[in-house]
């Protein structure tokens, strides 16, 4: 017998992959390979499915989000890891992503950034005292940006790897290439605002010259 878990899942699965409005309780039920009364005994109605699905994947947002306020860095820095922390969670969980979706379409569902916002809000406002942001940039003008990151890493998440990943097989945005470019994006936006310099990246490996660099010109 399907634990009430694996239902969730299900459910999941098919919200992110068509959304709350075309999904019907006999596809989750398809989808879970249990009948329909077998669901319902579970989840009476599909507001009631979807509901909980929404609050589990807000949940992993939340605790991620505490997960990384409590790391032993700059605040700043922080703001960047949480950053990351939610990319890899929208990447590899789809009851996370499917609570993104869910926020848009459910009514009373509430907005998904509530989940982690104000831990990110607080991240801000300590970089700010400690004087990491630049003269000028105040802790809601870097905390709308950040929103405005996180929602284009949830856009390239659904469904499949994000446009930084490039489709070449480096294991996702949360490692690999993929997740070093993502990295530099990070570093590139909340350092731009930042009295700081961002942290040195590890050293590329070398490269063998090319002829023209070898021999002297100008490349």
Same mark, same amino acid.
């Given at each position: 017998? !399907?634990?009430?878990?694996?239902?969730? $899942?299900?459910?999941?699965? #098919? *919200? =992110?992959?068509?959304?709350?409005?075309?999904?019907?309780?006999?596809? /989750?039920?398809?989808?879970?390979? /249990?009948?329909?009364?077998?669901?319902?005994?579970?989840?009476?109605?599909?507001?009631?499915?979807?509901?909980?699905?929404?609050?589990?994947? !807000?949940?992993?947002?939340? #605790?991620?989000?505490?997960?990384?306020?409590?790391?032993?860095?700059?605040?700043?820095?922080?703001?960047?890891?949480? *950053?990351?922390?939610?990319?890899? !969670?929208?990447?590899?969980?789809?009851?996370?992503?499917?609570?993104?979706?869910?926020? @848009?379409?459910?009514?009373?569902? %509430?907005?998904?950034? =509530?989940?982690?916002? &104000?831990?990110? @809000?607080?991240?801000? @406002?300590?970089?700010?005292?400690?004087?990491?942001?630049?003269?000028?940039?105040?802790?809601?003008?870097?905390?709308?940006?950040?929103?405005?990151? /996180?929602?284009?890493? #949830?856009?390239?998440?659904?469904?499949?790897?994000?446009?930084? =990943?490039?489709?070449?097989? =480096?294991?996702?945005?949360? %490692?690999?290439?993929?997740?070093?470019?993502?990295?530099?994006?990070? $570093?590139?936006?909340?350092?731009?605002?930042?009295?700081?310099?961002?942290?040195?990246?590890?050293?590329? &490996?070398?490269?063998?010259?090319? &002829?023209?660099?070898?021999? %002297?010109?100008?490349?």
């Amino acid at each position: 017998m !399907l634990t009430r878990s694996a239902l969730l $899942d299900a459910a999941a699965r #098919e *919200v =992110d992959a068509h959304g709350y409005g075309s999904v019907a309780m006999r596809h /989750v039920a398809r989808a879970a390979d /249990v009948t329909t009364g077998a669901l319902t005994f579970h989840f009476p109605t599909k507001s009631d499915l979807f509901a909980e699905v929404a609050e589990l994947g !807000l949940t992993r947002m939340r #605790e991620r989000a505490d997960e990384v306020a409590r790391l032993p860095v700059a605040p700043l820095r922080r703001i960047s890891l949480l *950053v990351l922390a939610l990319l890899e !969670l929208l990447h590899d969980d789809v009851v996370a992503r499917a609570a993104v979706r869910l926020s @848009r379409e459910l009514p009373g569902t %509430g907005d998904w950034s =509530d989940s982690w916002l &104000p831990a990110g @809000r607080e991240m801000l @406002r300590r970089a700010d005292e400690a004087g990491q942001l630049r003269e000028g940039v105040t802790p809601d003008a870097v905390a709308e940006m950040t929103l405005h990151l /996180v929602a284009g890493t #949830e856009m390239c998440a659904h469904g499949g790897a994000p446009a930084s =990943d490039g489709g070449d097989g =480096d294991g996702g945005p949360g %490692g690999g290439a993929g997740g070093a470019r993502f990295a530099a994006l990070c $570093d590139l936006l909340l350092y731009g605002a930042s009295a700081l310099r961002p942290p040195d990246p590890a050293p590329d &490996p070398p490269r063998t010259a090319s &002829p023209r660099t070898a021999s %002297g010109e100008n490349t």
